[in-house]
């Protein structure tokens, strides 16, 4: 398979509108995980992203007559600037087809350069389906993101580089993989020119449709695909890309989206720029297979997609980078209501910081705190405190996994509701962000239940989390969640989870 791409590849005609890209040394890292690590700085490309290879490379080997029609694709945003781009340089129309999810920094830079920018679905899917319609109606020339030979060529002169820059042993490659073509290309390149390099492929665990298919031995199609990544965020592995994929890729990591946050962090602790999620994979990938491995002094590479991020995500990058990286643990401890029992607890804490704090009067014997701090980087600095604390008699509920906690009891706790509050229910909920998305889906709540509790935050992502506490009677509680499933906001019951119940609840027979 690596034969079928080798050609293509030394012809592929990219940099018209692409640039050799330099492959960094992150020095920052590479001490601290005691290996040799390079990042190949594919933000640095004119738009930001290494998409503008293969878009370009495919757009300009079409005839005069199929450019004539005009071109058209589907994208969450990297593609489509690079189609953008291309159509551009080679003076011909395109129409771009994204979901209404896209960051809006994508969507600006698509428009400023000329292109025409459909925004249709919530997923890439409804996007794609929209812009095969304007195939048939129109007949454009459409132009795939990842599954065509054209494009992953384009995208394998990314491995073309790193090798000619990096002369000496590399060890392993990691990729960020979405539909496939970045990593198809890469893996098609090295492994005809050095099979004893690892490709090693890098998913978020929202949308890992390649670990899917590895697993089942075949392209499956994911039920549902988070859209923190919104690079990547894709149901199912192209075809020509899984043919490539399923013979040449290494192994597959799936890295969560606390564990790209802290992966943003260290790229711009390193290079100074700030990586999108999905451009972020490799390195975080990269990380997990050394914790693994326990390998050291090798050279690894990990190439960094993209920087289209739009700048208020960054407010929940920040927040979630040290609970990603390990350097902070959030507990629920139970300390005497005296005084001075915070400053006994502080200082068993001794010179770890303490980056939250939260409580409110509940009785007279015991205080429930809700606290943040800063441990060492690993799980030996969370098991050395957690014991520290047991050890002196301090009841202590580990919370540093808990999502609820993360993303809404953490901006809650203010005390239990009062005991007036019975038959409380407490869901959760994610949709799609976009105007008026909240008001939508309290229009499908409707007022037959009374909401208790509600906690909405936008934090920059693609999609709106809700936490909403509602007095339902138990016989009611499954009409309730199969009547929010049909309407497209499905409901997550989380009345059983510790630190609800611990900070918030109040009728304890729920």
Not at 2 to 21: F, G, P, W
Not at 288 to 317: C, H, M
Not at 443 to 451: E, P, V
Request: hydrophobic share 40%.
């Amino acid at each position: 398979m690596a034969d079928n791409y080798i050609k293509r590849i030394l012809e592929a005609n990219v940099y018209d509108v692409a640039v050799e890209s330099p492959l960094s040394e992150a020095h920052f890292l590479s001490e601290r995980f005691e290996n040799i690590i390079k990042i190949k700085r594919e933000d640095e490309q004119p738009v930001y992203s290494f998409k503008c290879r293969g878009a370009y490379n495919c757009i300009s080997r079409k005839s005069p007559e199929e450019l004539a029609k005009g071109i058209v694709t589907a994208s969450a945003g990297n593609h489509a600037q690079g189609v953008a781009l291309s159509a551009q340089k080679l003076g011909i129309k395109a129409t771009i087809v994204m979901p209404r999810t896209t960051p809006e920094i994508k969507v600006a830079s698509v428009r400023a350069r000329g292109a025409k920018a459909v925004l249709h679905g919530d997923s890439f899917e409804e996007a794609f389906a929209h812009s095969q319609k304007l195939v048939e109606e129109k007949g454009m020339t459409y132009i795939h993101p990842y599954d065509d030979p054209d494009v992953i060529a384009g995208q394998g002169t990314i491995a073309m580089e790193i090798l000619r820059q990096e002369t000496g042993p590399i060890h392993a490659i990691f990729v960020p993989v979405g539909g496939g073509g970045l990593i198809s290309g890469v893996a098609a390149y090295v492994k005809y020119l050095r099979p004893d390099i690892k490709v090693i492929g890098v998913e978020s665990v929202e949308s890992a449709c390649l670990a899917a298919a590895m697993a089942a031995g075949r392209r499956v199609t994911l039920p549902s695909v988070g859209i923190f990544a919104d690079g990547v965020a894709v149901a199912q592995i192209g075809k020509h890309t899984w043919q490539v994929c399923k013979d040449l890729v290494d192994e597959v990591i799936t890295v969560t989206p606390d564990e790209l946050c802290a992966a943003i962090k260290d790229i711009f602790d390193d290079t100074r720029s700030v990586a999108e999620p999905s451009g972020a994979l490799g390195v975080a990938g990269l990380k997990k297979y050394v914790d693994r491995e326990g390998v050291k002094g090798q050279t690894l590479i990990a190439i960094e997609s993209g920087a289209n991020v739009n700048f208020d995500r960054l407010r929940y990058v920040s927040e979630t980078a040290e609970v990603g990286e390990g350097r902070e643990m959030i507990m629920a401890v139970t300390i005497p209501e005296k005084a001075g029992s915070f400053q006994t607890f502080c200082n068993i804490l001794g010179r770890r910081p303490i980056t939250e704090f939260n409580y409110r009067y509940r009785d007279e014997k015991n205080a429930q705190i809700y606290v943040g701090v800063k441990v060492a980087e690993g799980p030996q600095g969370k098991q050395e405190l957690l014991e520290e604390l047991e050890n002196k008699g301090y009841p202590v509920l580990n919370l540093t996994d808990d999502d609820i906690s993360k993303y809404h009891i953490r901006h809650m706790v203010g005390g239990h509701a009062p005991d007036s509050v019975k038959n409380e229910i407490l869901c959760h909920a994610e949709f799609p962000e976009r105007p008026g998305a909240l008001l939508g889906f309290l229009k499908k709540l409707g007022k037959r239940w009374n909401i208790t509790m509600f906690h909405y935050r936008n934090h920059g992502a693609a999609s709106g989390r809700v936490l909403v506490g509602l007095q339902v009677d138990k016989a009611e509680r499954k009409e309730l969640l199969n009547d929010m499933a049909e309407a497209g906001y499905p409901l997550q019951d989380e009345s059983d989870n510790p630190a609800y119940k611990l900070f918030l609840r109040g009728d304890q027979d729920a």
